[in-house]
T-cell receptor, first 106, second 112 residues
Framework: GIQVEQSPPDLILQEGANSTLRCNFS?????LQWFHQNPWGQLINLFY???GTKQNGRLSATTVATERYSLLYISSSQTTDSGVYFC????????FGAGTTVTVRA | DSGVTQTPKHLITATGQRVTLRCSPR?????VYWYQQSLDQGLQFLIQ???????AKGNILERFSAQQFPDLHSELNLSSLELGDSALYFC???????????FGPGTRLLVL
């Protein structure tokens, strides 16, 4: 199956800082999704982004499908951004990376 | 709110028992997926149904089974439960296999 690697595994940020999370995948995919899992365990859709760039508020994502990677940018981080960020690629099922645990300190 | 509902939210049971987890997909979505999230295995795909038919299987144990009913809701049956089955079980739905999957809130299963 497709291998998905996320980096870094952990990230500690001061409130207001910017950060970049990376997702590498081993093969061509139909699409790619980014999720945020909050401290209560809910998986929240952030982006559906098979290619190109999308923005949603302080978050944006870029996928370069030909080079098999995607980036998630968090700008002006807030404590509510804390949680685990997952990248998942779709080859008719979602294959998830191990996640990046983000802690934003006030 | 993703529009996907799952019941129950929490389940505590004993080893050897059988439980049923229920999922209602978003209105109009024909595909339903089940995933398991455990501390040691991460998020793993279990099984997919499309309009009542099984379409794909992942790392699903033989003790686990699922089905999708004519009204498109789905149930995941877990039997002969073991301590290692303790996990968060998610259901997701999508309009088609290529489109965005939306996740329900999950069922947290604890096997004692």
């Amino acid at each position: 199956g497709i291998q998905v690697e996320q980096s870094p595994p952990d990230l500690i940020l001061q409130e207001g800082a910017n950060s970049t999370l990376r997702c590498n995948f081993s093969d061509s995919v139909n699409n790619l999704q980014w999720f945020h899992q909050n401290p209560w365990g809910q998986l929240i859709n952030l982006f559906y982004i098979p290619s190109g760039t999308k923005q949603n508020g302080r978050l944006s994502a870029t996928t370069v499908a030909t080079e098999r990677y995607s980036l998630l940018y968090i700008s002006s981080s807030q404590t509510t951004d804390s949680g685990v960020y997952f990248c998942a690629v779709n080859d008719y099922k979602l294959s998830f990376g191990a996640g990046t645990t983000v802690t934003v300190r006030a | 709110d993703s529009g996907v509902t799952q019941t129950p939210k929490h389940l505590i049971t004993a080893t050897g028992q059988r439980v049923t987890l229920r999922c209602s997909p978003r209105s109009g979505d024909l595909s339903v997926y089940w995933y398991q999230q455990s501390l040691d295995q991460g998020l793993q795909f279990l099984i997919q149904y499309y309009n009542g038919e099984e379409r794909a299987k992942g790392n699903i144990l033989e003790r686990f089974s699922a089905q999708q009913f004519p009204d498109l809701h789905s149930e995941l049956n877990l039997s002969s439960l073991e301590l290692g089955d303790s996990a968060l079980y998610f259901c997701a739905s999508s309009a088609s296999e290529e489109e965005t999957q939306y996740f329900g809130p999950g069922t947290r299963l604890l096997v004692l």
